[in-house]
């Protein structure tokens, strides 16, 4: 978690380091990014996700045979379909760049990041059946906070020693940080792994493993590439009705909101090995009571950071960013609950991995994908970022709470979410009280007074809590003891 925090930090201050050029800067990097975004998850066909799941089953049924021959097979059909949408991106990506993106010269920074994603995914497959032999740490070392660290050093050396344009400096310094960090794992992998990775040529011969790898990822990969989509294409289309200076002011909301994430998300590895292995043991109930207390503390902790952006999220970018990017307030106050409850809900998608194929998301997906364009279409010509946000959070409540309802199905989770609401509304009331009190006579809060009002609204939230006797020091140790258990096994 410290890593995966440490990480998003570190890329926080590349952002910063980037705004500062201005937002039509921000903007465009931020474009090319999404490309990537929306590739690498294309051209792995899901491979790369199904095979986490693969690899931890294998293992632990001990099939040491087939663990390597489904590795390989991975490996090779992984490094087939990123060969094949890299060669789609070389003939049609001048057509994406130019009407879709409004952006011709994007095109060539599209084929670079193209290129790098096939050797960093292929590399990537290979390295994830770590995850069967619980090295966690060291793969969120190197896909979180070693990146981090080489994409900040890689802009710093670019634009302050060598002058080169920030543009440049920012989508070159991403591309030796993922090149980096995953050669670096990859190295990892084959010092330590029994398992040496090679090309399977002859796929026919096992084409009852091939059909078992794609059985599980191809469902994955419509309602992950439409996801994905999704998520991107409000930048997208801001650019395209509005422009990209937009974009990057839209863009500095984000950062805000996956500092937050990437705390839950740490806990993904736990909670996907944990779920596992308490199921095929049929632990069931001691599985839905750890999980119901940990999920509790999980909104709970969302809904402080929300209190915080609402009460002070202005004056914090106006702050860190400066005036030209206070809109972007109205941007974090939309999406921050249209990527928490995605990010929180997503744990209860977890959960359904071991009990059935997830094929029904492409249906949810199409929807979401399909509202999405329309919502976007309608709303960001009237209202711009606001538009573009509101898009965000509709078509983001559809696919978590779907997701909820099923599994459901399979496990009761006893979380009390009426007094979690009712403590949050009463929390933020007193709170705004105390700000709006303060503002009178203060109008811009600078660094130490916003640090003193954010203790203090932490104080009132946890008090309102305890007074509620929603959260107990005994629950808080469970949880303690759940992380060091998960982590040790």
């Known amino acids: 978690m410290f890593s995966s925090f440490i990480a998003k930090f570190l890329g926080y201050f590349w952002i910063y380091l980037i705004s500062k050029q201005g937002p039509e800067v921000l903007g465009y990097v931020s474009l090319a990014l999404s490309f990537g975004s929306i590739f690498q998850v294309i051209s792995s066909l899901g491979i790369l996700k199904s095979s986490i799941r693969n690899y931890i089953y294998y293992k632990e049924n001990f099939d040491k045979r087939r663990f390597e021959r489904i590795v390989n097979l991975s490996f ?42 096939v050797i960093v995914r292929t590399l990537r497959t290979y390295s994830s059946h770590l995850w069967a032999d619980n090295k966690v740490s060291i793969l969120i070392i190197s896909s979180a906070l070693f990146p981090s660290v080489m994409k900040l050093v890689s802009l710093l050396v670019f634009f302050y020693l060598l002058n080169k ?31 040496k990775p090679r090309i399977v040529y002859d796929l026919y011969k096992y084409k009852e493993d091939v ?28 650019n395209y009705f509005l422009d990209v200076d937009i974009v990057g002011v839209y863009a500095v909301s984000i950062p805000f909101i996956t500092l937050i994430t990437t705390i839950i998300t740490s806990l993904y590895p736990s ?61 974090l106050v939309i999406l921050y609950p249209a990527f928490m409850i995605p990010t929180v809900f997503g744990i209860y998608g977890r959960f359904l991995w071991s009990k059935e194929n997830l094929s029904y998301l492409i249906w949810v997906s199409v929807i979401v994908l399909a509202l999405s364009i329309v919502l976007n279409y309608v709303l960001i010509p009237r209202y711009g970022i606001i538009g573009a946000s509101i898009s965000t ?20 989770f006893n979380i009390p979410y009426l007094s979690l609401l009712i403590s949050f ?38 008090a309102v809590l305890f007074i509620f006797r929603i959260i107990t020091i005994g629950e808080i140790i469970k949880i303690i003891r759940f992380i060091l258990y998960s982590k040790s096994k």
């Not at 310094?173 to 398992?195: G, H, K, Q």
């Not at 959070?393 to 009761?412: A, V």
């Not at 700000?435 to 130490?448: A, G, M, Q």
């Open 271 to 331: 909670t996907v090995v944990f779920t596992i292995r308490e199921v095929s043991k049929k632990r069931i109930r001691e599985f839905e009571q750890i999980m119901s207390i940990m999920l509790k503390y999980i909104f709970i902790f969302s809904l402080l950071v929300y209190a915080i952006y609402i009460l002070y999220g202005m004056d914090i970018i106006r702050i860190i960013f400066g005036k030209q990017y206070v809109m972007a307030y109205y941007a």
């Open 211 to 238: 059909l078992y790898i794609l059985r599980y990822s191809l469902p994955l990969v419509v309602p992950m590439s439409l996801g994905v989509i999704s998520k991107e294409i409000d930048k997208i289309m801001l």
């Open 393 to 412: 959070l509709i078509i983001s409540l559809i696919g978590p709470f779907y997701t909820f309802r099923r599994t459901l199905k399979y496990f009761k």
């Open 76 to 117: 090779t059909l992984v490094l087939i379909s990123n060969l094949v949408f890299l060669f789609i991106v070389i003939l049609f990506g001048n057509i994406i760049s130019t009407y879709i993106y409004k952006l011709p010269s994007l095109y060539l920074w599209m084929v670079v990041i193209a290129v790098t994603l």
């Open 425 to 462: 509304l009463l929390a933020l009331f007193v709170l705004y009280g105390i700000n709006y009190i303060v503002h009178i006579f203060i109008e811009y809060l600078n660094v130490w007074q916003a640090s003193i009002m954010l203790v203090l609204s932490i104080l009132v939230y946890i």
């Open 165 to 195: 344009d920030m543009i440049f400096s920012a989508i070159v310094s991403f591309v030796v940080s993922e090149i980096m960090s995953t050669l670096f794992v990859f190295m990892y992998a084959l010092r330590i792994s029994n398992i």
